[in-house]
């Protein structure tokens, strides 16, 4: 991926003290052509392109005097960092961090949609969002400021709901009969409809598009395939842990998922997206 | 010799684990002559992929649906009494 150039500035710095800067968006810090490193840890979105991230540098221990720190970066909505942050700066940064009103306003809806979509359960949801807010208010020390705010307070939901639904656990079965599945089927178990092929995106629209429609599809499943489907596929948590979360069987796990699969890949048929006939 | 609909569930399997040597070689062999099945092993692997994108933020999920009334009222009330003081953390440097 092409890496542009978007600026770079003069940082005046007296050496040997902290000096800290921030920025969101996917970028890479340098300084005069050195990657920061060490006590001035740059930050980096773990996927390319997608989503967002802030961080705060410390770049204290560095003889930076007189250098240049410049910001490059490959993605499109970056916004430029804060200027070169003194440590008062960050305090008050932090302590907006800490405004519990800007936190429910920023991220409320996010993890509570975060919450409801995994547990099913609209009380449930909130509480788990009111127990994510306090647990991160407790533990504000713990945040380094490697990820974004946001991806943080998800780390901490994601126990939670994790939690949630150990404790709500209940054991069933998979219904044998899927009808809808077996009628992508003739009887004798081949496709009773030919599969359209898909243009595979290339373009950031074409993915964009494929992303869009497919989360729709991932909303019109049932349920429990959905659920089954997000937290092993998208979450990553494992499919023992997710067995012992669903209350189901391996075996019964596996065949959700298919079943997810099948019905994403006719929702996405029947959404018309990229058919190339 | 696989019918369709057992090929997709080795198909999905793939994700999951490790295919055994005999699931391996009748997945191929009905994936050589079946260009239905070929089809939707690219379309699973199309969703796979989104799904790797996703990650946890998934923004359209559920785009539309927001706290319910009151909500934020009642977290911010059991914040109040949490919230911690700012912290020092430590003195401002020197300007210029």
Redesign the interface.
Known sequence: MKIAKTRAVTWDVNQGANHHFAWSGNARVFIQGNKVSGAGAACETPLPGWGGCSCVGRAGDQNLAGRSLSVWHNHLDMHWPKEMASDNDLREERSAQCDPQQWVAAHGDLLYRFALVRTGDAPAAEELVQETFLAALAGLDGFQGHSSERTWLIGILKHKIVDHLRQTYREVTVEEIDAEVDAYFDSQGSWALPPSKLKNPETSAEQEELRARLAKCLQHLPERLMRAFLLTQIDGLAASETCKVLGVTATNLWVMLHRARLRLRHCLEQSGFGQQG | ML????A??LI??Q??RALNQRERISLRLHLLMCR??R??A???A???K??G???????????Q????EG??E???A???D???P???????????
């Open positions: 019918t369709c609909k057992q997709s569930e999905s399997v994700y999951g239905y099945c089809t939707v690219r379309q699973i199309l969703i796979q989104w799904a994108w996703q990650g946890t933020a998934e923004p359209e999920l559920l785009s649906v927001c706290m319910p909500a934020r009642r977290i911010l059991a914040l109040a949490k919230t911690p700012p912290k020092d953390i430590g003195p401002r440097r020197a300007e210029g």
